[in-house]
């Protein structure tokens, strides 16, 4: 097979980071300075457009011997290969495809040729940017540090000196392009196609599977999703004059110049007599309901009527949830849709991460209808929305998932495969019984409220199910005390620790096959480290050891991958030193590559998210196959755009249910809705 590397450098007005690459390739002022090329295990070739490679740019590329190709060499060597590689291949899709073919005519690179490696990489346990990546490989060839320096700086404008603007003042894009740095840029690039070769080279090859789930991926996030932009203009219109409203009161409280100014606002709240230590969300939250307890208690004191105000304040304006109205206005391409709202492979386990306006993070909202909200918006009566749904920035976090809207002529079906984690970690313990709640339609929140307070199904309450709810959701993967009391207070609930140890008891007394499934894991993965080549089972899952990689092999046959897997001794919580499984991973706080220890929990988790994402991509492959076309997924949702008329709810979620023949007596169920605008 002929495999050609490319890579391509580009400059822009536009921001990539901020806008992604979609509206980027897009943009007028994007232009292409060089495409190298690198057949396997030859130097590589660079190709110029004609408006970059003058007379003194060819002079400085013949200096430095830099190895040129025409066009129709450069057509010639796109249409001979039989797998076109790159790293972050999107990237390079999409410009060829707005740029090359769209503004230059050139044929369209065929997608079904296309490979990543920054794919592989990932899929395989190693991190996603191409020098880490490479690092993390032993890669005989490495990204150019110097020439990444030039490479951003020659991306975007610079300012023009005082003579150039005098001499050209209608000019409105300077940039950095001395001959020598152009022809020095392609040097870079032929280096960077060098080091993805290399890193090729020391990675295994995608699955068939996952091969057209990455190509799948492409296809949805260059599909994107339509935008109801003139009511994102006006709810970020609305926030944005909130916002300077709040702070000219805040300016006017206290004297300070903006609410972001953390520590002069630490001290003057901590000056007016509040109990208060930091000033992030909890924070505030806490010394606001201090205060409400304070006056339900007939405290006489209470706090300083300007300290809770000034708290209001900073609650209010810290809503990270309006920036997304402003990144949506910034992001959304030409035709009104945003496009590249996906990371394939963003988690270890294989489920994908947000990007740009990252629907996986959206808030879920304070009322449920938002259509009155939206109108009052747009008709410009900000009085209204306050009157009827209080703090503007609360409203409009509860209005962002009605932003997105279908296309037109069209209708969202969408569908949430319902407690898709519980089921599966049921699945893969053999918890016949916690199955036999799912098949039977009951509510496990309240089958394990009943369980820890020993009472009959029907009589569990609001409280007590919320309880077992928070039970459920921390206890499944090993989680103990902590886990259990963080969760609970992310619920409002607080409980003395004594009832926490028993609740959490209880919890495992009822689940004896999960509490043994974790310990199966933990053995397995320690056996298999012990012993590479030798394969482990623990239930459906097995395990062995290669090339100094733990690699646990999923029911779907997909592997998850952790590398430089080894035994090293390691302090518990309650004190015990004992010897654990270590890998080098991506951590998913610090994105960082570091030493990360498994147990049994952790284990079980990342196999159920993971069995939880094959079912979640199977289930939207067979919706696509029967003409429901995927426009977003989040987490276990995914939404589709269809005709309206077309299709059916039930026929939605009966697709996305439909039992992939490697999970048999796994009860899935979905629960879906239609309509015009996104919701939760």
Known sequence: MSILTIDFETRSADDLKAVGVYHYASHPTTQVLCLALKERGKE???????????????????????????????LSMIDGADAIEAHNAGFELEIWRRVMSGRWGFPMLPAKKLRCTAARA????????????????LAGEWKDDQGSRLMMKMCKPRKPTKSEAASDPDRVLWWHERPEDIARLAEYCCQDTRAQESLSLALPELT??????????????????????????????????????????????????????????????????????????????????????????????????????????????????????HAMRRAVCEDGRLRGLFMYYGASTGRWAGRLVQPQNFPRGAFGDVDWA?????????????????????????????????APGHDFIAADYSSIEGRVLAWLAREETALDVYRAGRDPYKVAAAAIYHVAYATVDKAQRQVGKVAELACGYQGSVGAFSAMAASFGLELPEEEVKEIVAKWRASRPRTTAWWRALEDAAVAAVASPGDEFRAGPVTMSAMDRALIIRLPSGRCLYYRDARMEDKEMPWGQIKPVVAYNGVDSYSRSWKIQYLYGGKIAENVTQAVARDILCRGMLMAEAGGYPIVMHVHDEAVAEVPEGFGSVEGFEALLCSQPPWAAGLPLKAEGWRGKRYRK
């Open 44 to 74: 590589p070739v660079v190709w110029m457009p004609e408006d970059v490679l003058t007379p003194e740019v060819r002079f400085a590329a013949q200096a430095s011997a830099l190895p040129l190709i025409d066009t129709s060499a450069m």
């Open 122 to 137: 990932v899929v395989a346990g190693y991190p996603r940017p191409l020098d880490q990546a490479g690092a993390a490989v």
């Open 208 to 325: 068939p599977q996952e091969q057209s789930l990455f190509l799948f991926d492409l296809t949805v996030n260059l599909r994107g999703i339509s935008v109801d932009i003139d009511a994102v203009d006006a709810i970020a219109d609305a926030t944005t004059a909130n916002s300077r409203r709040l702070t000219s009161e805040f300016q006017d409280l206290t004297g300070l110049d903006s609410p972001t100014q953390r520590d002069a606002t630490l001290r003057l709240l901590q000056d007016m007599g509040v109990s208060i230590s930091g000033l992030t969300s909890r924070d505030v939250d806490d010394a606001m309901t201090e205060e409400d307890a304070a006056l339900l208690g007939d405290d006489a004191a209470g706090m300083d009527p300007k300290a809770m105000r000034v708290l209001e304040i900073r609650k209010s304006l810290s809503r990270s949830s309006v920036a997304k109205y």
């Open 374 to 406: 939206i109108a009052l918006f747009q008709a410009g009566d900000v009085e209204a929305v306050e009157l009827l749904y209080g703090d503007i920035p609360v409203v409009a976090s509860t209005c962002l998932r009605g932003m997105l809207i279908p």
